[in-house]
């Protein structure tokens, strides 16, 4: 059938060919539309070629589920590694979410602050950690490295309990935030750091992304050589409209950053 229809184009291109080879005056009256005719097939094949590409490509994005496109536009490739490592963290979570009901963990009092930071691990480069509101798990969070003596900009803030506001000046990078995002208002401020100012939540997925600060995300890759956070936007804003009405409501807003050792004491593995 196919070999049919070849022969058939192939005859009739060849009996036009020759008409218009014994009467050239016919060329003359369509020549124009032959053009046109061309230019529609050309159009023809274009489009074709480019359905058959996205076809092929959602094809191919569709069978690479270890892909993870970040808010931020951070390609993560996640390994089995880090597949086992989250399942082992979500399972964490469940059991300091569950020690986080009681009135005391260990000695700790946690129901006076409304956040809750656990650090679980620091690579020299990277901390990563847990952010419970009201002791329930809300986020994961990115930090610098903890350091001995303070290096600018690459240092994380000592553990504690610090109040929380709303850092009502208009900088550069209020301004910024204030175009990208309509609710976005003031700086969510920690404040009274010992020997740190102008620490804020924001978004970001590595440790290049903070100078001391603390992002905020919903997803976490532990696994890779260079730790990051993903997710980090949707994550920051429902942290944010969740905090700022607090503040906006008169509520006196902390936040308490325990480090590693809270997990050794709770007898919790970070491995």
């Not at 956040?115 to 480069?125: A, H, I, M, P, W």
């Amino acid at each position: 059938m196919k070999h049919a229809a070849a022969l058939f184009f192939i005859a009739v291109l060849a009996i036009t060919i020759l008409l218009f080879f014994t009467n050239p005056e016919w060329l003359e009256k369509v020549w124009l539309w032959i053009i046109g005719f061309i230019g529609y097939i050309i159009l023809l094949f274009e489009k074709g070629f480019r359905a058959v590409t996205d076809r092929f490509r959602r094809a191919t994005e569709s069978t690479d589920t270890g892909k993870i496109v970040l808010a931020d536009a951070v390609p993560v490739v996640v390994s089995s590694e880090e597949a086992i490592k989250t399942a082992q963290l979500q399972q964490r979570i469940v059991e300091v979410e569950n020690q986080l009901k009681a009135e005391h963990t260990q000695g700790h009092y946690l129901s006076d602050s409304t956040l809750t930071v656990l650090r679980y691990l620091d690579d020299g480069q990277t901390t990563l950690g847990l952010l419970f509101v009201r002791k329930k798990f809300f986020a994961y969070t990115l930090e610098d490295t903890r350091r001995k003596d303070k290096v600018a900009g690459e240092t994380r803030i000592p553990a504690g309990i610090y109040p929380l506001v709303l850092n009502q000046s208009l900088t550069a990078l209020t301004t910024k935030y204030r175009q990208l995002w309509p609710w976005f208002e003031y700086h969510l401020e920690i404040q009274n750091i010992p020997g740190f100012a102008h620490v804020y939540l924001h978004v970001g997925n590595t440790h290049e992304d903070t100078k001391g600060c603390l992002l905020i995300a919903d997803g976490v890759n532990a696994a890779s050589t260079t730790k990051m956070i993903s997710h980090s936007r949707i994550a920051f804003e429902r942290l944010y409209k969740t905090i700022h009405a607090l503040l906006l409501s008169g509520e006196e807003v902390h936040i308490r950053i325990m480090d590693e050792d809270w997990f050794e004491r709770s007898k919790l593995s970070t491995s």
